[in-house]
């Protein structure tokens, strides 16, 4: 399966004319960074270069009230980060605080922020709304 998929996704990166912004090592420097500097797993949307339309996703429209799932079922394993076209992370969440209270932001963009820059990084910030490509 995963040979059919690597000659799949690499056509379309030929077809398309794409260069590679990540590898498995910033991926990596990534996903460990967000576990062990910030207080929530930020939520996220990939998009995968075999698919043929952008996956929906309410994170664009306002601030969410969940947390991503980096380590499960949800994201890639290393052998399949060369399928990721682009990540899009929203580091703020709203913290469910009662019935009657308003919730809570949690907003922890400026952490998300250095950690791209120190891994050097390439990214696109628009709302508060976290794009990371892997292919362009």
Same mark, same amino acid.
């Given at each position: ?33 967000? %576990?062990? *500097? ?8 990939? &998009? @995968? ?5 952008? =996956? ?26 060369? %399928?990721? *076209? ?8 709203? &913290? @469910? ?5 308003? =919730? ?33």
């Amino acid at each position: 399966m995963q040979n059919n998929l690597k000659e799949k996704v690499f056509q379309i990166i030929s077809e398309r004319q794409l260069c590679s912004y990540m590898n498995n090592t910033k991926w990596n420097k990534l996903i460990t960074a967000i %576990h062990l *500097e910030m207080s929530f797993p930020p939520a996220f949307v990939i &998009k @995968y270069l075999t698919q043929e339309t952008v =996956p929906h996703s309410l994170m664009k429209i306002s601030d969410i009230d969940y947390w991503g799932d980096w380590s499960g079922e949800n994201f890639p394993t290393q052998e399949y980060y060369f %399928h990721i *076209e682009w990540i899009k992370i929203r580091p703020r969440y709203l &913290k @469910y605080r009662g019935k009657i209270i308003d =919730p809570e932001l949690i907003d922890e963009s400026h952490i998300l922020n250095d950690i791209l820059k120190r891994y050097h990084i390439s990214f696109e910030e628009e709302n508060g709304l976290y794009c990371i490509y892997g292919y362009r």
